[in-house]
């Protein structure tokens, strides 16, 4: 039995070559159908996401194994073979074990540490048992992967830090503010980044969360998922004085949110601080309005300093984690290596139980047709002694005939002879 990782990522392949070779939820069960019907292959989990498509198989070694799956890949998908040869990597048992521990881990995401992947490992992990049996050595794999990434989310910072902008612009309302359940958020804009800063915000359970948007139906269904309002751009005016923080990131070729704006929200708030976030390219705030008293005004190239940094600490517990994952590895490796003697323990006890048992029979029926119990008790014992060391006495006779005094004293060994 082999252990395999074979796939690709984007380290290796562009989105236009992963979206094509990605399951989809809705063919999984179909495809590990396909894969498992495979001679090979012994059992499997798939893994699909955005950013790689992974099998993860128990497979019989074979000279032409590697070909075989990749062209059940190419095939599966309708793809040439040298398309995807170039872009696929394939790891075999300590080497398939390190990757997806390292996978599991954040240390071979897109961004170093994202906590997200263990996620989807799971998910992958469930739904390749449903219908389909793994092997035992394959769920151990698994289940000692999750205990692995939890070890090294616990004993590293390696998703401490922010290293997104959303993550980052949340974090510094974090620091800022001692409690986000007690402050007003005005988001302006509803695309991509805005959408996660809403999502963090209401995870930390902001008092109330405003989104202003040009288009109000995208802003709508944003604030549908999040709880929040909605109000028209030319709203912010007169709703600016209502919030303590404002996150701003629009597509708007001119600012949104001017000075003179900003000093009538402060004077009708009687100068409690407020904190602008500005993530937009061109700016959706005035530089002018970082001058005002009260006003802390963070641009994208601030938060980008805060990432950068962040980021660093990150490489830093990484160090840290790359040791766990060699470490657990190993040990993984060995209780592997272990499982590969359990069959072969049984077989010797086995044949030994059998030899016993056949002299046994022969010295019961001896003993019921009269012979003398102590000849047929030095008899008994003589030829078990002599069917239990035969074949290890042809094995050391052999390996001293050939001069292999390294095979000669590994037999001494597992005699017990000192």
């Given at each position: ?17 992963r979206?094509?070779?990605a ?37 019989e ?47 071979d995401?897109?961004?170093l ?8 490992v ?22 000692k ?12 910072e390696?998703?401490a830090?922010a ?45 109330k ?18 709880g ?12 600016l ?18 000075k ?5 929200a ?29 006003a ?7 938060l ?6 962040n ?5 830093a ?67 078990l ?5 035969h074949a290890?006495?042809k094995?050391?006779q052999?390996?001293?005939?050939d ?16």
């Open positions: 039995m082999t252990l395999l990782a074979l796939g690709i990522n984007h380290k290796t392949a562009p989105v236009a070559l979206e094509r070779v399951f989809g939820p809705d063919v999984l069960e179909q495809a590990l159908d396909s894969l498992l019907s495979q001679p090979m292959v012994q059992s499997g989990v798939v893994l699909s996401t955005c950013n790689r498509t992974e099998l993860y198989l128990s497979v070694q074979q000279a032409d194994l590697q070909e075989r799956l990749v062209r059940w890949l190419c095939d599966y998908h309708h793809l040439n073979e040298e398309d995807v040869r170039q872009s696929l990597y394939w790891h075999q048992d300590n080497a398939a074990v390190s990757h997806l521990m390292r996978v599991a881990s954040g240390l995401s897109l961004v540490g994202e906590p997200q992947i263990l996620g989807q799971k998910k992958a992990f469930a739904d390749s048992q449903r219908g389909h049996a793994l092997s035992s050595e394959l769920e151990r794999m698994f289940q992967t999750f205990s692995v990434a939890k070890r090294v989310r616990t004993e590293t390696i998703g830090s290293v997104s902008v959303a993550f980052a612009a949340c974090t510094l309302a974090r620091q800022i503010f001692e409690s986000l359940s007690t402050v007003n958020v005005l988001l302006v804009g509803a695309g991509e980044t805005i959408e996660l800063v809403a999502r963090h915000l209401r995870e930390h359970k902001v008092q969360l405003i989104i202003a948007n040009r288009t109000r139906e995208r802003a709508e269904r944003l604030a549908e998922e999040v929040a309002e909605v109000i028209d751009l030319a709203e912010i005016d007169a709703r004085v209502d919030a303590d923080i404002v996150i701003s990131s629009t597509a708007s070729p001119l600012p949104i949110i001017g003179g704006m900003m000093e009538r402060l004077k009708a708030r009687r100068n409690k601080p407020m904190l602008l976030v500005d993530i937009a390219v061109p700016r959706d705030v005035e530089p002018e309005v970082g001058k005002l008293p009260n802390y005004l963070y641009s994208v190239d601030d980008q300093a805060i990432i950068e940094q980021m660093a600490q990150r490489k517990a990484a160090v840290q984690a790359e040791s766990i994952v060699v470490q657990e590895s190993g040990e993984f490796m060995s209780w592997l290596r272990a499982q590969s003697a359990v069959e072969t323990i049984r077989e010797y006890r086995s044949q030994a139980d059998s030899v016993r048992a056949d002299l046994e029979s022969r010295a019961l029926a001896a003993l019921q047709q009269g012979a003398d119990p102590q000849k047929v008790l030095q008899e008994l014992a003589h030829k002694t002599n069917r239990l060391i290890p006495t094995s050391l052999q390996a001293a005939r001069g292999d005094t390294e095979r000669l004293q590994l037999l001494r060994d597992s005699l017990g002879l000192e």
